[in-house]
Each structure stands twice: as structure tokens, then as C-alpha cells.
């Protein structure tokens, strides 16, 4: 069965960091581009961060540029994203998804795979 877990999330103070980790499970991360997304409840789902498959490229959100971090590990088969100096703007539900080839586009549709899901939430 083809799956992606999200795993990391939790309450974190603003200024704290968390680090989210998107693990595969019946295929393997090196053929495609992995991106991270949130979600607020009424809002539209948003990318905020992707790295292509084979040239390494990576994408970042202005909202997020200079806090947050993708990687890669293709050998453990997992995507991560260190979120640092985080603020209350940034609690959303984060979701990882995968697609086919080298290429990081910013609408969901375009993915093929994703997670469950992982609710952050930044508040003192």
C-alpha cells in the first residue's frame, strides 16, 4: 500500500521550532518531488515548500522564507521540514505530497500522493 505518514507536529510557544518528518511507505522518494502544504479551516490548502526530485531544487513560501528548512533523506525514504521561529500565524494542519518528476508546482491537484496530516499549532 502506497503511504505517506506525517509525523512532528504538536503546540509548540511562538518562537519554538518543530521539526516535521514525511515518511514513505510502498515506494520510494527518489523519483519524485515532495512538497509541503497547510491548512487553516476555511482557507485554501497552500504550499509552502517543495524540493524536486533529482536536481535538489527547492521552493519556499515568503511567509516561511529564512524559518523554515526542506530535506531530503532519499536512503531513509523521508522528507523533512525544520520550522524555527515559529509564530502563531503558522498553526495549520501541514500535509506532505509527492509527484512524478522534477518540478514543483504550487497547486495541490498536482500531486499525487499525500498524508494524513499533522496539526501545528503555536500559541502561548
Known amino acids: 500500500q502506497l503511504q505517506l505518514v506525517e509525523s512532528g507536529g504538536g503546540l509548540v510557544q511562538p518562537g519554538g521550532s518543530l521539526r516535521l518528518s514525511c515518511a514513505a511507505s510502498?515506494?520510494?522518494?527518489?523519483?519524485?518531488?515532495i512538497g509541503w502544504f497547510r491548512q487553516v479551516p476555511g482557507k485554501e490548502r497552500e504550499a509552502i515548500s517543495c524540493?524536486?526530485?533529482?536536481?535538489?531544487?527547492?521552493y519556499y513560501a515568503d511567509s516561511v522564507k529564512g524559518r523554515f528548512t526542506i530535506s531530503r533523506d532519499n536512503a531513509k525514504n523521508a522528507v523533512y521540514l525544520q520550522m524555527n521561529s515559529l509564530k502563531p500565524e503558522d498553526t495549520a494542519v501541514y500535509f506532505c505530497a509527492t509527484r512524478l518528476g522534477d518540478w514543483c508546482p504550487r497547486s495541490p491537484p498536482e500531486y499525487l500522493y499525500w498524508g494524513q496530516g499533522t496539526q501545528v499549532t503555536v500559541s502561548s
Open positions: 510502498g515506494f520510494t522518494l527518489d523519483s519524485y518531488s
Open positions: 524540493i524536486t526530485s533529482t536536481d535538489g531544487n527547492i
